[in-house]
C-alpha cells in the first residue's frame, strides 16, 4: 500500500480494557489503523477477536514503566502497521485509594508514578520521532484527581498531577510539528467495558446520577468522542490544554447540611 493511500496509526496504550477499549474502538470506526498495548495478556486477545471485523488492528503485551518494552513497541508498530500519528497516553493503575499516608509504602507511591507518569513520558519520547514525521497528536489521560482529591489517594493524585504538566511540557518541546493535549475524565463507569473474566454489571443510585449536573455517571464514550475531535483537524489550534470530561461535576458548589 502506497504512502497516499495508508491508513493514519494510532497508539492505544491500556487499549484492552475501560475507556482505552472505547478508544480503539471509536478510532477504527473513523478508518485508524490501531496498535493495542496492554500488560494484560488476555483482555489484548479479548479486544482484537472483538474488533478485527470493523478495521486493522495489532496487539503487543507492555509494561509501559519498562523502558526496553516500550522502545520495542514503537518498532514493532511501525513495522506492522506503518508510522504512529496518534499515540494515546492511557495505561494507568486505576484505583485511586491507597490506604492511610502513614501506611502508604514506598513501593506502592512509585509504582503509581512509574505507571501512570514515566510510563507516559517513556511512550512519548519513543514516539516523538515517528510523530514528528507524521505531523501526529499525543493524548494523555489525567484525572480530574489531578484536580480536586478525596483522602488516601496520594500516589494516584501526584501522578495525575505529573501528567498534566508533562502535557504542555511536551506541547512546548514538540511543537509545532506534534500537539498534545490530556483529557481529565471524573466517574466513568467502565463495568460494561472490561474483559468478560472481570466484567460486571454495573448499579449506581438516582443520587449517583444526579449530584452530575448532566444527569448522569459518565461512559467510555464520552471519553472517546473528545479523542476523536482533538486527533483531528478540527482541533489543528489546540495543544497544551487539559478538557476536563465529568459532567459538570467539579464546577459544582457543595455545601455541608446544617
Same mark, same amino acid.
Given at each position: 500500500?502506497?504512502?497516499? +493511500?495508508?491508513?493514519?496509526?494510532?497508539?492505544?496504550?491500556?487499549?484492552?480494557?475501560g475507556i482505552g477499549r472505547a478508544i480503539t474502538g471509536a478510532l477504527l470506526q473513523q478508518g485508524w489503523?490501531?496498535?493495542?498495548?496492554?500488560?494484560?495478556?488476555?483482555?489484548?486477545?479479548?479486544?482484537?477477536?472483538?474488533?478485527?471485523?470493523?478495521?486493522?488492528?495489532?496487539?503487543?503485551?507492555?509494561?509501559?514503566?519498562?523502558?526496553?518494552?516500550?522502545? +520495542?513497541?514503537?518498532?514493532?508498530?511501525?513495522?506492522?502497521?506503518?508510522?504512529?500519528?496518534?499515540?494515546?497516553?492511557?495505561?494507568?493503575?486505576?484505583?485511586?485509594?491507597?490506604?492511610?499516608?502513614?501506611?502508604?509504602?514506598?513501593?506502592?507511591?512509585?509504582?503509581?508514578?512509574?505507571?501512570?507518569?514515566?510510563?507516559?513520558?517513556?511512550?512519548?519520547?519513543?514516539?516523538?520521532?515517528?510523530?514528528?514525521?507524521?505531523?501526529?497528536?499525543?493524548?494523555?489521560?489525567?484525572?480530574?484527581?489531578?484536580?480536586?482529591?478525596?483522602?488516601?489517594?496520594?500516589?494516584?493524585?501526584?501522578? +495525575?498531577?505529573?501528567?498534566?504538566?508533562?502535557?504542555?511540557?511536551?506541547?512546548?518541546?514538540?511543537?509545532?510539528?506534534?500537539?498534545?493535549?490530556?483529557?481529565?475524565p471524573g466517574w466513568i463507569e467502565v463495568g460494561d467495558w472490561q474483559k468478560t473474566s472481570s466484567r460486571y454489571q454495573p448499579f449506581h443510585s438516582h443520587e449517583d446520577h444526579e449530584?452530575?449536573?448532566?444527569? $448522569?455517571?459518565?461512559?467510555?464514550?464520552?471519553?472517546?468522542?473528545?479523542?476523536?475531535?482533538?486527533?483531528?483537524?478540527?482541533?489543528?489550534?489546540?495543544?497544551?490544554?487539559?478538557?476536563?470530561?465529568?459532567?459538570?461535576?467539579? $464546577? +459544582?458548589?457543595?455545601?455541608?447540611?446544617?
Amino acid at each position: 500500500m502506497s504512502e497516499a +493511500k495508508r491508513k493514519p496509526v494510532a497508539l492505544v496504550t491500556g487499549g484492552a480494557q475501560g475507556i482505552g477499549r472505547a478508544i480503539t474502538g471509536a478510532l477504527l470506526q473513523q478508518g485508524w489503523q490501531v496498535m493495542i498495548a496492554d500488560i494484560d495478556g488476555e483482555a489484548g486477545t479479548e479486544c482484537t477477536h472483538l474488533f478485527d471485523t470493523i478495521g486493522k488492528l495489532a496487539f503487543q503485551v507492555v509494561d509501559v514503566a519498562q523502558e526496553d518494552q516500550v522502545r +520495542k513497541l514503537m518498532q514493532v508498530t511501525e513495522e506492522e502497521l506503518g508510522p504512529i500519528s496518534l499515540l494515546i497516553n492511557n495505561a494507568g493503575l486505576a484505583n485511586p485509594f491507597t490506604g492511610a499516608l502513614e501506611d502508604l509504602d514506598l513501593s506502592t507511591w512509585q509504582r503509581y508514578l512509574d505507571v501512570n507518569l514515566t510510563g507516559t513520558f517513556l511512550c512519548s519520547k519513543h514516539a516523538a520521532t515517528q510523530l514528528r514525521s507524521t505531523r501526529g497528536s499525543i493524548i494523555n489521560l489525567a484525572s480530574t484527581r489531578a484536580l480536586q482529591s478525596e483522602p488516601d489517594t496520594e500516589a494516584y493524585s501526584a501522578s +495525575k498531577g505529573g501528567v498534566l504538566a508533562l502535557t504542555h511540557s511536551l506541547a512546548m518541546s514538540l511543537g509545532p510539528d506534534v500537539r498534545v493535549n490530556s483529557i481529565s475524565p471524573g466517574w466513568i463507569e467502565v463495568g460494561d467495558w472490561q474483559k468478560t473474566s472481570s466484567r460486571y454489571q454495573p448499579f449506581h443510585s438516582h443520587e449517583d446520577h444526579e449530584q452530575h449536573p448532566v444527569g $448522569r455517571i459518565g461512559k467510555p464514550d464520552d471519553v472517546a468522542g473528545l479523542v476523536l475531535w482533538l486527533a483531528s483537524d478540527l482541533a489543528g489550534f489546540v495543544t497544551g490544554q487539559n478538557f476536563v470530561v465529568d459532567g459538570g461535576m467539579s $464546577r +459544582k458548589m457543595v455545601y455541608q447540611a446544617d
